[in-house]
C-alpha cells in the first residue's frame, strides 16, 4: 500500500521559513517522479516544484526541492515565506517511464500559514 505523510507545516511570520517533508512508503521511489503542489483557498491547485528542478516562477529563488533517496523522502525548504504562499501543501507521486496509465498518489496536505 503506497502512503504518502507530509509534515512540516504551520503557521509562520512573513519572512520566516519552513521545511516540509513527505516520507514516500509502498513504492519504488527512483521509478517515481515526486512533486509538491499546493492549493490555496478558492484556487486551484497549481504546481510548485518538482524532483527534476522546475519550480512555480512565484517560488523561484526562495523554496528549494530536495530528496532523501536512501530513505525515501523529499523536502520543500520555503524560505522568505509571503502571505500569498498560505496554502495546503501536497506530496504527488508519479510513475516514470509509463507511457499510459501511469500510477499516481497523493498525500493528505500540510497547511502552511503566513501571517503576521
Known amino acids: 500500500q503506497v502512503q504518502l505523510v507530509e509534515s512540516g507545516g504551520g503557521l509562520v511570520q512573513p519572512g520566516g521559513s519552513l521545511r516540509l517533508s513527505c516520507a514516500a512508503s509502498g513504492l519504488t521511489f527512483r521509478t517515481y517522479a515526486m512533486t509538491w503542489y499546493r492549493q490555496a483557498p478558492g484556487k486551484e491547485r497549481e504546481l510548485v516544484a518538482t524532483?527534476?528542478?522546475i519550480y512555480a516562477d512565484s517560488v523561484k529563488g526562495r523554496f528549494t526541492f530536495a530528496s532523501d533517496n536512501a530513505n525515501n523522502i523529499v523536502y520543500l525548504q520555503m524560505n522568505s515565506l509571503k502571505p500569498e504562499d498560505t496554502a495546503v501543501y501536497y506530496c504527488?507521486?508519479?510513475?516514470?517511464?509509463?507511457?499510459?496509465?501511469?500510477?499516481?498518489?497523493w498525500g493528505q496536505g500540510t497547511q502552511v500559514t503566513v501571517s503576521s
Open positions: 504527488n507521486a508519479r510513475q516514470l517511464y509509463v507511457p499510459t496509465g501511469a500510477r499516481e498518489y
Open positions: 524532483y527534476s528542478g
